[in-house]
Structures are given as structure tokens and as C-alpha cells.
């Protein structure tokens, strides 16, 4: 494990603070067009969640106060296909950069498990149900779009197994997901009602994404060079991560991708030199070397950033198991990160949460915020502000209300 006598004091504000600018959260991440910015923005923050797709195009309109970040974000993925949309962290969706995904994909092959015994279990799903479909999806799904019900069908005529079938169409992903994370299959547009399935060799070839699994020249650099063994993706993805989130202790990352600690701390090691150990507020947490000097810098005696950030947006979830150190009492953790894994909208005042707020569209959107800290009037207005300049459509009317 990297590490150093005497690790550098970091205090929380220095640590949020510095998030902040690292999210874009401070300035807008510019780009010569809307889709630049819509993929650099993926990629800066290691994929967006896409639980919610509303939420998703929220947390980019966030970062680059486009005037219809929703119509980018669909461009990017249905139209220029330079992000892809797809089951990988934690088996939940993400918005990721095409030309990327061979390195998230080698990175999730890291950790062999493909599947909970419990989970499948409860969904009466063999482990050989799932190495059936890994073995015939790429016959079945082939160069077409297909919705669940046209891929179910498929898998049960190409393995002879028409309970395989029907445990595609009501399996709520388990099934489709490590499929997903050996790069095999994403989503595609959605068909009325119906979501849609691809295979991303045949989506995204020539698109600027990676044909036939290797990584687009467009975007290629140090790190996305080629396809990466196992082992090695995950540390460079931990390095990616360090980036955005650091410090992190192992446990942080662990928790964000979905593996275990163990499989961490190695990857950690093998970084070597470029991570230093670091202190905040007693928390031992690494960061990547280059970075903490910009970490330790006094705060700038600017005025309050202040922001307001979607429901399951990536500068909460990617640092979890920090969160009540971003509160100002930590009993307020269960208005942020809910029950069955939801995370609120949040108000964010200079990098640490000071609120949550919700919001309810009808002729005039009627935004509620719950305050968790004081704020003066100027603050109130800000917040106003950032309400405005987040949910506003055309001439449809924001309005701010504090509880």
C-alpha cells in the first residue's frame, strides 16, 4: 500500500471545494459543441447514473449550462452515438463515453463474479441460466435492435430453452446485466414504451465508439490505448476515479464500483508513487500525488458556490460512505441516501450538502428546498438562481419555496 510517514491534513472544506472545481461545478465545462462538452462531462466524472434518465440529463445541464443539455445528451446517445448507455458500476446504468467503454468493460471482467447466489435465487435463476446467455447472445441479438420481448424469444430459439425465454422477460436485467459488463450487449433507442437491447461492436462501429471492441483513435490516450488485462483496467480506473473523487480510502471505491476491498487495495499498490496518503479530519483517504498540493491551498475568499444537483447525481454517489462528513449532522444522512438506494436532490453550498429539495412540474415547476443550514437572503436568491437556470423550459415558470 503507497503510503507516507506523515500524511498530508486536509480539512473536508478543502477536500469539497477542490470536488467542486474537478466536477465543473464551479466553471462550466466548455467545449467547441454541445456534444464535446456532453461527452467530456461522462468522462470527467467516470460515467453519469442513469437510474433516472431525467436525473442524468440534470446532472450535465449542471456541468455545462447548455440551453437544452436534454436534447445534447440525446443527441450524444441515439444520434452520434459518442456515449453509450449501458448496465456497469454496481450493475446499475450509467452513461458512458463510447470510445471508453473497452476500459470500463475490461475493468467490471476484473471481478469474476458475475452474480449474487442470493439474487439469483430470488429471481429462480440458475448460475448455468446465466453462462447460457453469454454463450448464445451474439447470435441472438446479432447487428439488429431488439426490445426484451424480441430478445427473450431469440435467446429461447437460438439455446432451445424457452424457460430461458421467460426468465428474460422477468428477470429485470439480472440476466442481461453480466452480459453488459463483458461489453456484449447495451441499450439502444427506445421503441415506444419499450427499451431496446444492441450489441456495441455493431452500434457504435463507426460512430466514433469502439469497432469490434477496440478503442476509437478520436479519443485515445495514455490510458485508453488499447484493451487493458483485468487487473490493470481497474487500477486505471481507480486512478480515473482518485481524480474525481479523491481522497478515497479503499473502501470508498470499492463501494462505488461494486467489488471487493481486497481486489482495491491491490490495485492501489500497483499506483505505487503516483498516490499519497493523505488525513482529512482524522479520515486516512489517497489521492493522486499531483493533486493534493491543489487540495491543501487555502480556500479563495470568493463569493459562495452554490448549487443545486439532481437526484442520484455522481458527486453524491461517488462518495457514499463519505457522506455524513458532507453533512452538518451526520443524523441527516437518511434525507439524502433513502431506502431501496435512492439519493436526493441536494443543495450543495461551497462543496458540502446544505439542503435537499424536490420538485413538482405542473403549469409552473414549484421547486421545495429543506434547508439543513442557514442561508442568508442573497443565498436564497442564488439558490432561486440555480433553480432557474437548471429546471426552466421555454417560458415556464420556476418557483422556489424553502421549508
Known amino acids: 500500500m503507497p503510503h507516507t510517514s506523515r500524511p498530508r491534513s486536509l480539512t473536508w472544506s478543502q477536500v469539497a471545494a477542490w470536488r467542486l472545481r474537478r466536477h465543473h461545478l464551479v ?8 456534444g464535446d462538452a456532453v461527452e467530456g462531462v461522462a468522462s470527467a466524472l467516470c460515467g453519469v447514473h442513469a437510474q433516472v434518465m431525467s436525473s442524468a440529463e440534470q446532472a450535465v445541464a449542471a456541468r455545462t449550462r447548455l440551453p437544452d443539455a436534454a436534447a445534447a445528451v440525446r443527441a450524444a446517445l441515439w444520434d452520434d452515438r459518442r456515449l453509450v448507455k449501458t448496465w456497469a458500476m454496481r450493475g446499475t446504468l450509467h452513461l458512458l463515453p463510447a470510445a471508453e467503454l473497452p476500459s470500463y468493460v475490461a475493468a467490471l471482467r476484473h471481478d469474476g463474479r458475475l452474480l449474487t447466489e442470493r439474487l439469483l435465487e430470488q429471481q429462480g435463476i440458475a448460475p448455468r441460466d446465466v453462462e447460457l446467455v453469454l454463450e448464445a447472445l451474439p447470435e441472438a441479438l446479432g447487428a439488429e435492435t431488439l426490445t426484451r420481448e424480441e430478445l427473450a424469444e431469440r435467446l429461447g430459439a437460438v439455446t432451445g430453452d424457452e424457460a430461458l425465454g421467460e426468465k428474460v422477460r422477468s428477470g429485470w436485467g439480472v440476466l442481461l446485466k453480466p452480459a453488459a459488463r463483458r461489453g456484449l450487449l447495451c441499450f439502444g433507442p427506445q421503441r415506444g414504451r419499450n427499451v431496446t437491447f444492441c450489441a456495441p461492436r455493431h452500434w457504435l462501429d463507426g460512430h466514433g465508439g469502439p469497432p469490434g471492441g477496440t478503442t476509437s483513435p478520436r479519443a485515445r490516450g495514455p490510458e485508453e490505448a ?12 481507480l486512478e480515473r476515479y482518485l481524480r474525481a473523487y479523491g481522497p478515497a480510502a479503499p473502501d470508498d471505491f470499492a463501494r462505488w464500483w461494486g467489488t471487493g476491498t481486497p481486489e482495491v487495495r491491490a490495485a ?14 482524522g479520515h486516512r ?20 458556490v452554490v ?36 439519493i436526493s436532490p441536494v443543495l450543495v453550498v461551497d462543496g458540502l450538502i446544505g439542503g435537499v429539495w424536490t420538485a413538482r412540474p405542473a403549469r409552473r415547476t414549484e421547486v421545495e428546498v429543506e434547508t439543513f443550514v442557514p442561508l442568508r437572503p442573497g443565498l436564497r436568491r442564488r439558490v ?5 437556470a437548471l429546471l426552466a423550459s421555454g417560458d415556464h415558470e420556476v418557483v422556489v419555496r424553502f421549508a
Not at 437526484?311 to 449532522?329: M, W
Request: charged share 30%; proline share 12%.
Open 27 to 34: 466553471a462550466p465545462f466548455t467545449a467547441p459543441d454541445a
Open 226 to 237: 488499447g484493451p487493458l488485462e483485468p487487473a490493470r483496467a481497474l487500477g486505471r480506473m
Open 268 to 281: 492501489l499498490r500497483e499506483l505505487g508513487e503516483a498516490v499519497e496518503a493523505t488525513s482529512v479530519e
Open 285 to 304: 483517504a489517497w489521492a493522486l500525488r499531483e493533486d493534493v498540493e491543489e487540495m491543501a491551498r487555502p480556500a479563495a475568499d470568493d463569493a459562495p
Open 307 to 342: 448549487r443545486l444537483l439532481p437526484g442520484f447525481d455522481p458527486y453524491v454517489v461517488g462518495v457514499s460512505r463519505q457522506l455524513a462528513s458532507l453533512l452538518p449532522d451526520p443524523a441527516l444522512r437518511p434525507k439524502v441516501s433513502r431506502t431501496a438506494g435512492w
Open 384 to 388: 432561486a438562481e440555480e433553480a432557474e
